[in-house]
């Protein structure tokens, strides 16, 4: 973020946006057809913010024939790659140059530190959708190695209309992964926001229709989960749902698809990843900085988040010490205040969630060594301060479920064996880190490991070249980012042609 801007110029800004809350559907703002709406409120003072349309079941029928029609229409559909792709990267201009407006109203919404919505998040939005429209004219089908006598192509075609059901944690850049590879490859969507953070992805849906993505083609609903996201699980039109969100309700997303129309179903899932430092790393402060990086990052609401430590017994007291010094210089505070790295959690019942799981830790005996608790109640906020456990043994609570919180758990191990057995001893496989200077330890050690994504000597999630997904409770039938993610939103059709 500019070094000059300040708390108050953002202030400034939000105080002449004019906030989007009405469902955008068949390219344009409509009131839910109920003409309900909720409150949504902001996480760093309880106040509430807007009044969003509530969307229900006949609102995700509207969005879903304006989705098929244009579908059918082939105004998108049947749109040459090379074309969609200008439509793409002229949507993804004007993101950027709206970056400054989605950064306040992302980080009212959720709690984010603006800095971080500014810098990171939205750049990275913006990196995904140019990145899967500048694959739309590189990627070929293919002819196989069938003989003389048959000509076989392979080809991708649009699967229809997508689903897309959107967390609350990054509300934009999980728009930006998942619209991105299914509109580029000519589908039509109906995409569901977190009810918490229903409003920047209002205005992206708006700058697509302004970057000349036809009406229909992109439709946002924003709605409570049980209405709104059932609907669009139930709905016999909608031919695949790409969800993020917790593995709950993950799995009701696989019965709503095996009690309607057999919708193909896209998960991805919680994580309680671990970070392994192992004896012979050399640099104990650049690995400090990562580790606290991984476990506090956006307030440690992040599936990826490094929530389990898993040090050499030989190095802990030292590696904790370090980290301590490093968490000392992240201010916590209003996420409005460009200077905070860390702002509110998402909403008073997550906030208590997180503090009974501190509760929890204290009781079962693991020690306290940072945080510990809530952080300026006067505010209104809901604010936790980063809080690091010691001696957690991997059967205990904070080590075994998601926290989804700034909270660590500190655990030895003596031998590269038990470092892998703990790693992979959690129904959770999307991600992992490893430290080691010794290229033999680390290519072993990653290979074990029953993740996603193992980043070593590193904590990353990778560029947009890699895929991004789970195993085990994690993730299911697919993977966000990458040239991979394309072909879960398309159908392969065999054209077998018998020649003379
Ligand atoms: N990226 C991730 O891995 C995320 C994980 N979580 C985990 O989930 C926990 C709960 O957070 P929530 O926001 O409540 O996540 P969630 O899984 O309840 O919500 C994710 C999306 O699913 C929708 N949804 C909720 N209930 C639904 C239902 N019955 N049918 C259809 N759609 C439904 C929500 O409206 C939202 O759009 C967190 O504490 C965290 O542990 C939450 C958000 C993101
Ligand atoms: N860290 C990006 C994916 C997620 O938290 O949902």
């Known amino acids: 973020m500019s070094e000059a801007i300040t708390q108050q110029q953002c202030q400034n800004m939000l105080a002449n946006l004019e906030l989007p809350t009405r469902a955008f559907i068949n390219g344009k703002y409509v009131d839910a057809l109920s003409g309900k709406t909720f409150t949504t409120l902001n996480p760093a003072t309880g106040k509430p913010l807007a009044q969003i349309a509530s969307c229900a079941a006949e609102d995700i029928d509207s969005a879903v024939q304006a989705g098929r029609s244009a579908f059918e229409a082939g105004v998108w559909s049947k749109m040459a790659p090379a074309d969609r792709k200008k439509v793409m990267c002229r949507w993804a201009d004007l993101i950027e140059d709206n970056l400054m407006e989605l950064a306040i109203i992302e980080s009212i919404e959720s709690g984010k530190p603006v800095g971080e919505c500014y810098a990171v998040d939205l750049p990275e939005t913006v990196n995904a959708i140019r990145f899967h429209a500048e694959a739309a004219d590189k990627l070929f089908d293919q002819v196989t190695p069938t003989g003389r006598d048959t000509l076989s192509l392979v080809t991708r075609e649009p699967a229809g209309v997508v689903g897309v059901v959107l967390p609350w944690n990054f509300p934009a850049l999980m728009a930006g992964w998942k619209l991105g590879p299914a509109l580029i490859t000519g589908n039509s969507v109906i995409a569901k926001p977190a009810k918490l953070t229903s409003m920047s992805t209002?205005?992206?849906?708006?700058?697509?229709?302004?970057?000349?993505?036809?009406?229909?083609?992109?439709?946002?609903?924003?709605?409570?989960?049980?209405?709104?996201?059932?609907?669009?699980?139930?709905?016999?039109?909608?031919?695949?749902?790409?969800?993020?969100?917790?593995?709950?309700?993950?799995?009701?997303?696989?019965?709503?698809?095996?009690?309607?129309?057999?919708?193909?179903?896209?998960?991805?899932?919680?994580?309680?990843n671990p970070q392994i430092v192992m004896p012979d790393i050399a640099d104990l402060d650049a690995v400090a900085e990562q580790i606290v990086a991984s476990a506090f990052w956006n307030m440690g609401e992040n599936c990826s988040a490094g929530s389990r430590l898993l040090v050499h017994s030989s190095i802990k007291e030292r590696l904790l010490e370090k980290m301590l010094q490093r968490l000392d210089q992240w201010k916590t505070g209003n996420p409005l205040d460009p200077e905070n790295q860390l702002g509110a959690l998402i909403d008073e019942g997550h906030m208590n969630k997180v503090l009974s799981y501190i509760d929890k830790a204290k009781q079962e005996g693991c020690r306290l060594v940072?945080?510990?608790?809530?952080?300026?109640?006067?505010?209104?906020?809901?604010?936790?301060?980063?809080?690091?456990?010691?001696?957690?043994?991997?059967?205990?609570t904070i080590a075994q479920?998601?926290?989804?919180?700034?909270?660590?758990?500190?655990?030895?191990?003596?031998?590269?064996?038990?470092?892998?057995?703990?790693?992979?001893d959690t129904c959770y496989g999307l991600a992992a880190s490893l430290y080691s200077n010794d290229l033999n330890v680390a290519h072993r050690v990653s290979a074990a490991i029953r993740a996603g994504t193992v980043s070593v000597n590193c904590f990353s999630e990778g560029d947009m070249t890699t895929p991004f997904g789970g195993y085990k409770l994690s993730g299911f039938g697919g993977r966000d980012k990458s040239v991979f993610a394309h072909d879960q939103y398309c159908q392969l059709k065999t054209t077998w042609i018998q020649l003379k």
């Open 370 to 396: 940072a945080g510990g608790g809530r952080l300026f109640p006067e505010s209104g906020g809901y604010f936790v301060a980063p809080t690091i456990f010691d001696n957690v043994t991997n059967d205990q």
């Open 401 to 424: 479920e998601e926290i989804f919180g700034p909270v660590l758990a500190v655990i030895t191990f003596d031998t590269e064996d038990e470092a892998v057995q703990i790693a992979n």
């Open 202 to 272: 209002l205005f992206m849906a708006e700058l697509a229709h302004q970057a000349g993505l036809p009406a229909g083609v992109l439709n946002v609903v924003p709605g409570s989960g049980a209405s709104a996201g059932g609907a669009i699980g139930l709905h016999p039109d909608i031919d695949v749902v790409a969800f993020t969100g917790s593995t709950e309700v993950g799995r009701m997303f696989l019965e709503y698809s095996a009690r309607s129309n057999l919708k193909e179903v896209l998960l991805e899932c919680g994580g309680k």
